[in-house]
């Protein structure tokens, strides 16, 4: 499932880092050849610090996109054997929508949206941090 995963989320993911890397101007790449940075130091010195923000953008966006994932997971193992496989958006679902208990299910939901505004606010300050800096 976790192969499975990736494989959705490459095309998404690699969209957002082209655009990123599209926007880091080709002068400070010709600045750092005349200085002599080339191959890895430019990588290290320019392309990385500026693609640090999207690439922070598209682990928080992953880390969300895979709490909330249920289609990959009732498609391939409908929570799996022995529940191997079972995350608590599948949880959520089968509370809700199959033992009709509802109330369990929307508390489930709720967890979810806890630990995904954990994630969003850890993103928000270390994002902060580096502004700040």
Same mark, same amino acid.
């Given at each position: 499932m976790i192969l499975v995963n990736i494989w959705i989320g490459i095309p998404f993911n690699t969209t957002i880092l082209y655009g990123g =890397?599209?926007?880091i101007p080709e002068e400070l790449y010709e600045a750092a050849a005349l200085d002599g940075a080339t191959?890895? /130091? #430019?990588f290290r010195y320019i392309t990385w610090p500026l693609l640090r923000p999207v690439v922070n953008v598209v =682990?928080? =966006?992953g880390v969300v996109y895979? =709490? /909330?994932v249920i289609d990959i997971i009732l498609g391939l193992t409908q929570g799996g054997p022995?529940?191997?496989t079972q995350t608590i958006a599948t949880q959520s679902y089968?509370?809700?929508f199959v033992e009709f208990k509802f109330g369990q299910g929307a508390a489930l939901s709720n967890i979810l949206i806890l630990i995904s505004l954990v994630f969003a606010i850890v993103y928000l300050? #270390?994002?902060r941090r580096q502004v700040d800096e």
């Open positions: =890397l599209q926007d191959g890895w /130091k #430019a =682990l928080v =966006l895979t =709490l /909330k022995a529940n191997a089968q509370r809700s300050r #270390a994002t």
